[in-house]
Structure formats: structure tokens, C-alpha cells
């Protein structure tokens, strides 16, 4: 349940799905403080009996609980904005067109998302994650094809987190018989939608370090990567982002164009 590879899901069957990945996570946290219980109610007789053997062990327990917890509480927090995620689109999704979930629940020090290794000035062992652990494809009532990635970059020292990017790449590829996109090839209209986005994204509760939108002349797809610095990057935030370029689309509609 931890790792969802390619999972096609009808956009009603996702909140339920949703919810038993909730329910393990649950059930992982009911496990881990029936294991640890004893362990602590050991370490505190221990420090009656003999004291400094007691808060060794007590210690020890309390360190791997922590830890345990904190994996618990960030699997927990990416099924939330999943969750969100979905929920705040939900209403404008296509209903017959499947919506396709990826997703990794792991920890970010988990086998294969080490990216970098090193040693400080001090000698100290650094470490580099990447942590990519959504991929959220849908399509919209009017055709539009939209996917969601988040990836986090974490850097730890000493053994705690010292820096943490979290990123979104979001990309959109309208229908191409209702929206015009080769009118945003042009410069105009370019300048225009990136000027509504940056005026988007600077209502968010925290305005992120990074942000680039570009058309993609290929595919035909509209890409946007947002990084957010020691900072979450909400759902919301995606909607509003998403909603800001379907706007803009509607109004740029060429005479050539209509509804699919």
C-alpha cells in the first residue's frame, strides 16, 4: 500500500481508494504504539531499578519512536494533499475519462532516493533525496489533459533534515479543437499569461523562490514548476494555478476554435 504505481481509477473511485491508504496508515500507527508501549513502560521501570540502564533504553525506544512517527506523519501528509487535491478538482474533471494515480509513501531516506553523498568541513556526513512522490493525471470537462508531479529535495546533516525543496511541475495540454494554442507562441499573449500567473502565485501564503511557465511547442502543453524553500506547497495553491491558465484559455480562444 505504501508504493501506487499507475493505478486507473474512475474520478468517484478516488476518494474511496484514497481512504484505505488512510486506514493502513492508520493501522501502521495503532502497530507502532502497541510495539512501543511495552518498550517504554520496560525503560521506565528500568530507571527505578537500575537507573542509568532505564534511561538509556528510554532514550533508545524514544529515538526509533520519533522516527517511526515522523515517517507516519509525512506518508500521512502527502495522502492529505492528494486527498485535497482531488476533492478541489473533482467537479471539473471529465467523468468518463480515467484518472491515473502514482504515488510513493515511503520515506525520503528510502532505498534508491539518495542522490548525493558528502562530508561537511567538519567531517560530518551529509546526504541528498529526491523524493518523487506524485504523479496525478487527469482530464478536464472541456478536454483538457492535466498532470501533477511533486518531488521533494531533502538535505540532511548529522542526521536532521537542514534544507527541504519541495517542488510541483504541473502541465497542462489543452484540447487542441477548443483552445488556440499557437497564440501563445507569440510574445503578447506569452507575457500576458505569465503576468497573471506570477500575480497568482503571489497571493499564496508564501510566494515560491522559484516559478517558470512555458509552452511547450511540440506537445502543445502549457509546463509549470513552482519550488517552495523550508515550505509546503498546497493544494489550493495547484487549483489556483490551474484555474488561472483555463481562464486565460477561454479568453484566448482563436475563431478557429471550438468546443469539443
Given at each position: 500500500m505504501?508504493?501506487?504505481?499507475?493505478?486507473?481509477?474512475?474520478?468517484?473511485?478516488?476518494?474511496?481508494r484514497?481512504?484505505e491508504?488512510?486506514?493502513?496508515?492508520?493501522?501502521?500507527?495503532?502497530?507502532?504504539?502497541?510495539?512501543?508501549?511495552?518498550?517504554?513502560?520496560?525503560?521506565?521501570?528500568?530507571?527505578?531499578?537500575?537507573?542509568?540502564?532505564?534511561?538509556?533504553g528510554?532514550?533508545?525506544?524514544?529515538?526509533?519512536?520519533?522516527?517511526?512517527?515522523?515517517?507516519?506523519?509525512?506518508?500521512?501528509?502527502?495522502?492529505?494533499?492528494?486527498?485535497?487535491?482531488?476533492?478541489?478538482?473533482?467537479?471539473?474533471?471529465?467523468?468518463?475519462?480515467?484518472?491515473?494515480?502514482?504515488?510513493?509513501l515511503?520515506?525520503?531516506?528510502?532505498?534508491?532516493?539518495?542522490?548525493?553523498?558528502?562530508?561537511?568541513?567538519?567531517?560530518?556526513?551529509?546526504?541528498?533525496?529526491?523524493?518523487?512522490?506524485?504523479?496525478?493525471?487527469?482530464?478536464?470537462a472541456?478536454?483538457?489533459r492535466?498532470?501533477?508531479?511533486?518531488?521533494?529535495?531533502?538535505?540532511?546533516?548529522?542526521?536532521?533534515?537542514?534544507?527541504?525543496?519541495?517542488r510541483?511541475?504541473?502541465?497542462?495540454?489543452?484540447?487542441?479543437?477548443?483552445?488556440?494554442?499557437?497564440?501563445?507562441?507569440?510574445?503578447?499573449?506569452?507575457?500576458?499569461?505569465r503576468?497573471?500567473?506570477?500575480?497568482?502565485?503571489?497571493?499564496?501564503?508564501?510566494d515560491?523562490?522559484e516559478?517558470?511557465?512555458?509552452?511547450?511547442?511540440?506537445?502543445?502543453?502549457?509546463?509549470?514548476?513552482?519550488?517552495?524553500?523550508?515550505?509546503?506547497?498546497?493544494?489550493?495553491?495547484?487549483?489556483?494555478?490551474?484555474?488561472e491558465?483555463?481562464?486565460?484559455?477561454?479568453?484566448?480562444?482563436?475563431?478557429g476554435?471550438?468546443?469539443?
Amino acid at each position: 500500500m505504501k508504493v501506487v504505481k499507475h493505478e486507473k481509477l474512475r474520478p468517484d473511485d478516488v476518494p474511496p481508494r484514497l481512504a484505505e491508504v488512510e486506514a493502513s496508515l492508520r493501522a501502521d500507527g495503532r502497530l507502532a504504539g502497541m510495539l512501543f508501549a511495552p518498550l517504554f513502560i520496560v525503560a521506565a521501570v528500568g530507571c527505578v531499578v537500575a537507573p542509568p540502564l532505564g534511561i538509556f533504553g528510554g532514550i533508545i525506544a524514544g529515538v526509533f519512536y520519533w522516527r517511526k512517527r515522523d515517517k507516519l506523519n509525512r506518508a500521512r501528509d502527502k495522502v492529505a494533499f492528494a486527498r485535497e487535491l482531488h476533492e478541489r478538482l473533482e467537479d471539473e474533471l471529465h467523468p468518463r475519462r480515467a484518472v491515473v494515480l502514482d504515488f510513493d509513501l515511503r520515506h525520503y531516506d528510502e532505498k534508491g532516493k539518495q542522490v548525493w553523498s558528502g562530508f561537511s568541513s567538519a567531517g560530518n556526513p551529509k546526504y541528498r533525496y529526491s523524493d518523487k512522490w506524485l504523479h496525478y493525471r487527469a482530464v478536464l470537462a472541456d478536454g483538457t489533459r492535466l498532470e501533477v508531479v511533486r518531488q521533494a529535495g531533502v538535505k540532511v546533516k548529522k542526521g536532521n533534515v537542514v534544507k527541504e525543496k519541495r517542488r510541483l511541475l504541473l502541465s497542462l495540454t489543452p484540447h487542441p479543437r477548443r483552445y488556440a494554442m499557437e497564440l501563445l507562441k507569440e510574445e503578447r499573449p506569452n507575457r500576458r499569461l505569465r503576468a497573471r500567473l506570477q500575480a497568482a502565485v503571489g497571493a499564496f501564503h508564501n510566494d515560491p523562490e522559484e516559478f517558470h511557465a512555458r509552452v511547450d511547442g511540440g506537445g502543445g502543453s502549457l509546463r509549470i514548476k513552482a519550488t517552495q524553500e523550508d515550505a509546503p506547497i498546497l493544494a489550493a495553491e495547484v487549483v489556483t494555478i490551474v484555474e488561472e491558465v483555463v481562464r486565460f484559455l477561454q479568453e484566448l480562444r482563436g475563431p478557429g476554435a471550438r468546443a469539443a
